[in-house]
């Protein structure tokens, strides 16, 4: 059984640009959800997604937008990065609303830098 | 709207017990997590307890949870050097299906 994957590891891009991160939810897992941490702070939930439907947002702006796929893996999308977007982006997964699956499973993040 | 406070810092000594605690708003919390995080790391499941639980161990950890004082703790017995972490103390929402707030971190450092 292999975990929740996460690519890149580290991106550097310039303010303006766009972002696309990349999560492979673990075997079995048809929900992904992702969540930004800045440095020194608990992680915030972004969104989350069961099923290829969005299922639920935080308190982000529309320019942070995500897909899943019919494989259940994921993209998180970012447009017009500001300097604030600076943050370990964390993907978990977990196996649906339907069973009440209460464990998420965590990723490595992936840590974007903005200049 | 869903609050969840923990202290920054916490030092004790190898062998020794640690007690990390977390306070909560949100009185519709279903589930209540400890997560751990090492450096440059994702979260790794600790354990998690159901809100109408008071307590749920497994082997080192302890977990208490005070429902009408919305606390929770979590006890690390025989704190050992590679105990020192973030952890994180989380709660999923009754109506909101896996989506979890997180505190903003306890950072453990075990001593020698």
């Known amino acids: 059984e292999t975990g929740v994957t996460q690519s890149p590891t580290h991106l550097i891009k310039t303010r303006g640009q766009q972002v696309t991160l990349r999560c492979s939810s673990q075997?079995?897992?048809?929900?992904v959800s992702w969540y930004q941490q800045a440095l020194g702070q608990g992680p915030q939930f972004i969104f989350q997604?069961?099923?290829?439907?969005?299922?639920g947002r935080g308190n982000f702006p529309p320019r942070f937008s995500g897909l899943q796929f019919p494989n259940y893996s994921s993209e998180l999308n970012v447009n017009a990065l500001e300097l604030d977007d600076s943050a370990l982006y964390l993907c978990?997964?977990?196996?649906?609303?339907?069973?009440?699956?209460?464990?998420?499973?965590f990723g490595p993040g992936t840590r974007l830098t903005v200049l | 709207g869903e609050d969840v406070e923990q202290s920054l810092f916490l030092s004790v000594r190898e062998g020794d017990s640690s007690v990390i605690n977390c306070t909560y708003t949100?009185?519709?919390?279903?589930?209540l997590y400890w997560y751990k995080q090492e450096p440059g790391a994702g979260l790794q499941l600790l354990t998690y307890?159901?809100?109408?639980?008071d307590m749920k161990q497994d082997q080192r950890l302890t977990v208490l949870l005070n429902k009408k004082d919305k606390h929770l703790s979590l006890r690390i017995a025989d704190t050992q050097t590679g105990d020192s972490a973030i952890y994180f103390c989380?709660?999923?929402?009754?109506?909101?299906?896996?989506?979890?707030?997180f505190g903003g971190g306890t950072r453990l450092m075990v001593k020698p």
């Open positions: 307890i159901f809100s109408n639980m």
């Open positions: 075997s079995g897992h048809n929900t």
């Open positions: 978990a997964s977990s196996s649906g609303l339907a069973r009440k699956q209460v464990e998420q499973f």
């Open positions: 989380a709660e999923s929402p009754n109506n909101a299906g896996n989506m979890l707030t």
């Open positions: 949100d009185s519709s919390s279903t589930y």
């Open positions: 997604y069961y099923r290829e439907e969005e299922n």
